[in-house]
């Protein structure tokens, strides 16, 4: 069992860690490290990488079938693959020629670019940024699923993906990355009364200061306690300063740009997941020199830069799918393929918010004849919107009310917590991220439960082999925010019949009123504010729907040329024996009766307006 297979002692270490903070001098007296010159391979070699502290007790305050059984084995598995692939882009770092620094402003000439791509890849397969370096970025995010989830268990069951220091979670399922560099920064458009832009489900990652929000969502997952875990932006710089790759990163970004003094007590506060009572407010426990902290303030910036540079290039971002073939002329869809393309841009009305290029032509007996107006579409509209999810039980976020070892507790609100989203985030509410305009926060109401329209590219994507439908090979996936969609059918049947077959019961009790779950029966949503009324009740027939899965299908990256590093998958996926119309129905659990929304959440100004049912 996973509860025995980490070792004791975090409370000592904790303990000690307190004492160290509380009397270790204001700056260290080791001197800094030497730099890089940029355009020359002048590296000083890296201060080895220490081993990994012994891992904290395991935190499990989750009721029997919440974590996956084979959830140590499925870590292991991806941190394997995750080796993999860090090592193949040091071997691409090594191998690229270097950049001429030269011209008004000053460029890196020639391969400068790829550079910063390359170094974006190394820095996110990279396990030792974590405090106990066992979860890089891409432990949520690998390239076989379009960089989403990449444990079909996890996904079928605990929805968010364990963090450094197990078995902590977040709340939300792990968003694809692909095409994210798209989104722009967000704002508010008065004259539509609607949000665009931003990053993360919750738009949180807003670009405000790096003016692109790709580059300022990858700064969120080191710091954040349920993820990544340091508890302070220095220790990734710290660690940076550490890596194999730090000649690269001073070749794109500077010589001496990592020459940092970091105090002698670094190491410990940075093995020390975020979030531990120790650290009581103190969200800078790392304690710089203000010139330092300027430094590894800004190398904290390109570390952001550098991951968005690896997320826009071709590596993930690849139009490369059946679709943009098609654009150009050189694939054919099948007769499926062409019916779900008139259906998505017709009766389906998924155009409306996963943007293609064309025109909407949902009238009865209208068809497009246009051509696409770009033949690079992202398919979103950039927006969000409140889909009308049912609250998913199986969400690990609900049962952690009990303090870890660390004296940390993710939610006190237990089941009284409920999912607003962009609205919780306005508010700088709890379990978000703060808001950094306070003009956008009289428009909270407005967008309670919304949830950004995330691209539809690779939304099928997985390993070679493997499909999201059953009976398979079934990569298992989940969809939407809190993964309670999954597979592609049951994504297309809830816009088809959410309002059609809703239900005033919540998961897991449509079988106590003779029907089934996610075939014609909806449970309540989450959140009934703001929903969108567009779809509910689109009367598509079975086939419909499934033509429409067909064209989904098209959108995924590597028809064209290979995906980069998307055969790396090393587990399996079984063929399962329900169909996609009840795919993971045998892992529903029933939700418990469920207090009122708590007043951390529902009870801050601005207060939610009143539920308004869609017409009919």
């Given at each position: 069992m996973h509860r025995h297979q980490w070792a004791m002692g975090a409370a000592a270490c904790a303990l000690l860690l307190g004492g160290m903070i509380l009397s270790h001098p204001v700056e260290a007296d080791k001197p800094p490290m030497t730099g890089h010159t940029r355009g020359k391979k002048m590296p000083t070699p890296p201060t080895p990488i220490k081993p990994p502290p012994s891992p904290a007790p395991i935190y499990d305050p989750y009721p029997p079938g919440i974590l996956p059984d084979d959830i140590d084995a499925e870590l292991a598995r991806v941190l394997r693959e995750i080796d993999g692939i860090e090592q193949e882009a040091l071997?691409?770092?090594?191998?690229?020629?270097?950049?001429?620094?030269?011209?008004?402003?000053?460029?890196?000439?020639?391969?400068g670019k790829r550079l910063i791509q390359l170094l974006g890849k190394a820095m996110n397969f990279d396990k030792n940024i974590s405090p106990n370096r066992n979860t890089a970025c891409s432990s949520c995010h690998m390239p076989y699923v379009g960089f989403s989830g990449p444990i079909p268990s996890v996904n079928?069951?605990?929805?968010a993906y364990p963090g450094t220091a197990h078995f902590r979670a977040g709340k939300r399922s792990a968003q694809r990355y692909t095409y994210a560099p798209y989104f722009p920064v967000l704002d508010y458009n008065p004259t539509q009364g609607l949000f665009f832009g931003g990053n993360f489900w919750d738009s949180r990652a807003t670009g405000y200061i790096l003016q692109q929000p790709d580059a300022e969502q990858a700064q969120h997952p080191p710091v954040d306690t349920q993820e990544m875990g340091n508890p302070d932006t220095a220790c990734i710089v710290f660690k940076l300063s550490q890596a194999e790759y730090r000649p690269f990163f001073e070749q794109a970004w500077g010589a001496g740009s990592l020459d940092i003094k970091f105090p002698h007590d670094t190491e410990a506060i940075c093995a020390t997941p975020g979030?531990?009572?120790?650290?009581?407010?103190?969200?800078?426990?790392?304690?710089?020199?203000?010139?330092?902290?300027?430094?590894?303030?800004?190398?904290?910036?390109?570390?952001?830069?550098?991951?968005?540079?690896?997320?826009?290039?071709?590596?993930?971002?690849?139009?490369?799918?059946?679709?943009?073939?098609?654009?150009a002329g050189h694939y054919t869809m099948t007769a499926d393929e062409t019916a779900g393309y008139q259906l998505f841009d017709g009766k389906g009305?998924?155009?409306?918010?996963?943007?293609?290029?064309?025109?909407?032509?949902?009238?009865?007996?209208?068809?497009?004849?246009?051509?696409?107006a770009t033949v690079n579409p992202v398919f979103t509209c950039f927006g969000s919107a409140n889909e009308g999810l049912p609250l998913n039980p199986r969400d690990a976020f609900f049962y952690q009310t009990t303090p870890d070892s660390f004296g940390f507790t993710a939610n006190p609100l237990g089941f009284g917590y409920r999912d607003l989203g962009l609205g919780t985030f306005l508010r700088s509410g709890f379990g978000a991220a703060p808001n950094p305009n306070a003009d956008w926060i009289p428009l909270a109401?407005?967008?309670?439960?919304?949830?950004?329209?995330?691209?539809?590219?690779?939304?099928?994507?997985?390993?070679?082999g493997c499909t999201t439908e059953a009976p398979g090979p079934v990569f298992q996936k989940g969809f939407f925010h809190n993964g309670y969609?999954?597979?592609?059918?049951?994504?297309?049947?809830?816009?088809?019949?959410?309002?059609?077959?809703?239900?005033?019961?919540?998961?897991?009790?449509?079988?106590?009123?003779?029907?089934?779950?996610?075939?014609?029966?909806?449970?309540?949503?989450?959140?009934?504010?703001?929903?969108?009324?567009?779809?509910?009740?689109?009367?598509?027939?079975?086939?419909?729907?499934?033509?429409?899965?067909?064209?989904?299908?098209?959108?995924?990256?590597?028809?064209?040329t290979a995906y980069p590093d998307g055969d790396t998958f090393t587990g399996t996926c079984p063929t399962i024996g329900d169909s996609a119309a009840t795919q993971g129905n045998d892992s529903l659990i029933p939700t418990p009766p469920l207090p009122p929304c708590a007043p951390e959440?529902?009870?801050?100004?601005?207060?939610?307006?009143?539920?308004?049912?869609?017409?009919?």
């Open positions: 071997a691409q770092l090594r191998v690229l020629p270097p950049p001429v620094l030269t011209g008004q402003p000053p460029t890196l000439q020639g391969t079928l069951t605990m929805v979030g531990a009572a120790v650290f009581g407010t103190n969200v800078t426990p790392v304690r710089l020199k203000p010139a330092d902290r300027l430094r590894a303030n800004e190398a904290f910036n390109h570390w952001g830069q550098s991951l968005d540079a690896y997320e826009a290039s071709l590596d993930m971002s690849a139009f490369s799918s059946k679709f943009d073939a098609f654009l009305n998924c155009n409306s918010c996963h943007v293609d290029g064309r025109g909407t032509t949902i009238s009865p007996g209208q068809t497009d004849t246009s051509k696409a109401p407005s967008v309670d439960g919304q949830f950004q329209v995330s691209s539809a590219r690779n939304v099928a994507m997985v390993p070679p969609i999954k597979s592609l059918k049951q994504l297309v049947h809830f816009y088809n019949t959410r309002d059609l077959y809703a239900e005033n019961v919540t998961s897991g009790h449509c079988s106590d009123i003779g029907k089934t779950e996610k075939v014609d029966c909806w449970p309540m949503p989450e959140v009934q504010l703001n929903l969108d009324c567009t779809t509910g009740n689109l009367g598509l027939t079975d086939q419909e729907e499934d033509q429409i899965v067909a064209f989904l299908q098209t959108l995924t990256d590597g028809f064209t959440v529902c009870g801050v100004a601005p207060l939610p307006n009143p539920p308004m049912p869609c017409p009919g």
